[in-house]
């Protein structure tokens, strides 16, 4: 038998999925997607649940961020997930492991970095655990949201010939994270304002909830989630429980100039690398129609919708596992891009 470094994350979930299979009344989708949704008798609403964990020397390490943005990063990652689906928030549960080392201030910092969130799109805490750890800080969330029946945007609705779209640009957080490791082992960094906005990009994701609530009114947007652990691990979601495979353009990959320039700075890092493979970007990737696309919305700071990019297409699979095709300028290339996964 081997160990869990054999098995893989997908294999632990597909696991628990196999041996778990009771199912409750009004389960529209289960586990697989980034909610799941279920329903109450004859109301016009899908409820949507989901939850995630943030651990301390595995999502982040001691010192790299404060406590306020650990508190507000908590809950962001758990928004974008009610964001994937179309969703609207609607209440949240936290529950925290905490050491007894920990002194007052950091408590009410974090819990100021959450309440930011939770009353900026208007998401109630309604409960959750705190406990003791022995060493580590452990950060669990579970959030409630909704969505009208008919919009609700799942993994499994890409169509062939759809293009492949996502919002804002992809690896900024990814390079963000190698900075504060940089500085979490005092290495001697420049602290240029590329830095800065890399880090903030990290520290302070955007949860795309007024985009993901735009996309879920348009008929031609199909099958959508959010960019957590990179375009490399997380399109094949899409693509296998579509049954479709996806052909991407590289060239035409969202890298913003921030990200441009301090890859120029450093020279062994790859722009096109990390936004393939860094994860943490919590944009939007989904699928639409050809002749639709003229109906997506227009980028607006103030809603906090950003600019859209097309970045391929899907197309018919040609095997049983799902596959992309990179290329650029419409040209194969091969490229070894590595899935992320928590236990390999």
Excluded at 96 to 117: M, Q, T
Excluded at 134 to 153: A, P, Y
Excluded at 220 to 239: C, E, Q, W, Y
């Amino acid at each position: 038998m081997g160990t869990l470094k054999d098995l893989g994350e997908r294999g632990i979930i597909q696991t628990l999925r196999e041996l778990t299979k009771e199912r409750m009344p009004g389960l529209e989708l289960g586990m697989g997607d980034d909610c799941a949704m279920f329903s109450f008798y004859d109301d016009a609403y899908y409820y949507l649940v989901t939850t995630d964990m943030m651990m301390e020397g595995v999502h982040y390490r001691s010192g790299e961020m404060t406590p306020y943005q650990l508190g507000q990063r908590s809950l962001a990652v758990n928004l974008s997930d009610i964001a994937a689906m179309g969703g609207t928030p609607i209440a949240s549960f936290l529950s925290l492991a905490l050491p007894p080392h920990l002194d007052e201030s950091w408590v009410k910092s974090f819990s100021k970095g959450y309440a930011y969130l939770t009353n900026k799109y208007h998401t109630a805490l309604l409960g959750g655990d705190t406990v003791r750890s022995n060493r580590d800080v452990v950060v669990s969330v579970t959030i409630l949201g909704k969505i009208l029946k008919g919009n609700e945007k799942t993994r499994q609705m890409a169509q062939s010939g759809d293009l492949i779209v996502v919002s804002g640009t992809l690896g900024d957080s990814a390079a963000g994270r190698l900075i504060a490791e940089e500085r979490s082992r005092k290495v001697d960094v420049m602290g240029t304002g590329e830095q800065t906005f890399l880090l903030q990009r990290y520290y302070e994701p955007s949860p795309r909830l007024a985009l993901g609530q735009e996309l879920s009114r348009i008929p031609g947007v199909h099958a959508m989630m959010d960019l957590s652990d990179g375009l490399v691990s997380d399109l094949p979601h899409i693509l296998s429980q579509s049954h479709v495979d996806a052909r991407i353009q590289l060239e035409r990959l969202p890298i913003s100039d921030e990200l441009a320039r301090e890859c120029t700075r450093r020279k062994k890092w790859s722009a096109e690398s990390l936004a393939v493979t860094g994860g943490d970007d919590y944009e939007l990737l989904f699928t639409i129609s050809e002749d639709m696309v003229d109906q997506l919305p227009q980028p607006d700071r103030e809603r906090g919708i950003p600019p859209l990019t097309v970045i391929g297409w899907t197309c018919p699979s040609e095997q049983k596992e799902p596959m992309i095709h990179w290329e650029r300028k419409k040209r194969h290339v091969t490229r070894d891009f590595r899935p992320y996964d928590h236990f390999r």
